[in-house]
């Protein structure tokens, strides 16, 4: 499958993302991407709905988005980074590591979240680092580094 945007405005749409990533439900976590400097850095939406699969039981009473789940939505938007670099190798990358995450805002059903990455490092085309902001309505709700590994 070829790897194009869907528009000249740099944005990705939820068929593109599927052709870059692969993820598919209930693990598909990443709706648009709304800037894209291919290889460089992704700003993407993560609408959260109360229809998600883990809010039946994170909690029936009071509804959270995992902790685990924003950090994954976050990786995501990276491994779209990763994958548009243009010199690496094909397969998959896969989590190597997570540092300096800080969950600073609970993140509810009708939230959306604003997933910001850039690129940090590439090394020896195996290894990637990225840095990762999530927001929702123009406050921080989480932050860190995610690292990636080619999987042979």
């Given at each position: 499958m070829e790897k194009k945007l869907?528009?000249?405005?740099?944005?990705?749409?939820?068929?593109?993302?599927?052709?870059?990533?692969?993820?598919?439900?209930?693990?598909?976590?990443?709706?648009?991407?709304?800037?894209?400097?291919?290889?460089?850095?992704?700003?993407?939406?993560?609408?959260?709905?109360?229809?998600?699969?883990?809010f039946q039981g994170h909690f029936p009473e009071r509804p959270l988005m995992p902790g685990v789940l924003i950090v994954e939505s976050m990786a995501q938007v990276g491994g779209i980074i990763v994958t548009q670099m243009p010199d690496l190798p094909k397969g998959l990358f896969v989590f190597a590591g997570i540092n300096n995450v800080k969950f600073r805002k609970p993140v509810v059903p009708?939230?959306?979240?604003?997933?910001?990455?850039?690129?940090l490092s590439i090394k020896r085309q195996r290894f990637g680092k990225v840095s990762a902001e999530a927001h929702v309505d123009?406050?921080?709700?989480?932050?860190?580094?995610?690292?990636?590994?080619l999987v042979d």
């Open positions: 869907s528009s000249e405005n740099n944005q990705l749409s939820c068929e593109n993302i599927l052709g870059l990533l692969p993820h598919r439900y209930p693990f598909a976590l990443v709706d648009k991407v709304i800037e894209h400097i291919p290889g460089k850095r992704a700003v993407a939406i993560k609408n959260v709905t109360i229809n998600e699969p883990q009708g939230d959306q979240l604003i997933i910001s990455c850039e690129l123009g406050k921080l709700a989480c932050s860190g580094e995610l690292m990636f590994s």
